[in-house]
C-alpha cells in the first residue's frame, strides 16, 4: 500500500503539478504586490482617486457599493496584461525561436525520373526500372 503511494508521488506530473502550483502561487503575490502597490496608486494619481471602493450610487435609499468591484476588475485587467505581456509573450517567441533554428537534414535519395521510386544519391542506375541515371 505504501509502495504505490510512493510510486504516485513520485511520479513525474504529480511533483510537476506541485511545483507549478507553488510557483504560480509566489508569481500571484508578485503580481499582486505590483498591483497594488505600483499599479493602482499610479492609476489613481493620474485619476486623482487614490481608491474606487469608497464609489457608491443608491437607488430608492438602497447603498451600491461598486468601488469594490471597479478595484477588482482594474486589477484583474493589470494581471492579465501583465501575465499576458510578461510571461505568455516571452514564452511564446522562445517556442517559436526553439522550432525556427531546427534545419531539415541533407535528402539522401532521390526520385526516378521514369517510376519515380526512391532510389540513393549515388546510384547511377535505378533498382527498380533499371533506367540509366546521368
Not at 505600483?38 to 494619481?45: D, F, M, N, Q, R
Not at 482594474?74 to 505581456?85: H, Q
Request: with cysteine.
Amino acid at each position: 500500500m505504501l509502495k504505490g503511494f510512493k510510486q504516485f508521488i513520485l511520479r513525474g506530473n504529480v511533483v510537476d503539478l506541485a511545483v507549478g502550483v507553488v510557483i504560480g502561487a509566489a508569481f500571484g503575490k508578485i503580481v499582486e504586490a505590483l498591483v497594488k502597490d505600483i499599479l493602482t496608486p499610479l492609476i489613481g494619481a493620474i485619476a486623482k482617486v487614490p481608491d474606487f471602493s469608497g464609489l457608491f450610487f443608491t437607488i430608492n435609499d438602497s447603498k451600491f457599493m461598486i468601488g469594490d468591484f471597479i478595484n477588482a476588475l482594474v486589477s484583474f485587467l493589470i494581471i492579465a496584461f501583465a501575465i499576458y505581456f510578461f510571461v505568455v509573450v516571452p514564452i511564446n517567441s522562445l517556442v517559436t525561436r526553439s522550432k525556427r533554428d531546427k534545419v531539415p537534414a541533407d535528402p539522401t535519395t532521390k526520385k526516378c525520373p521514369e517510376c519515380f521510386s526512391e532510389i540513393p544519391l549515388e546510384a547511377t542506375r535505378c533498382a527498380h526500372c533499371t533506367t540509366k541515371l546521368v
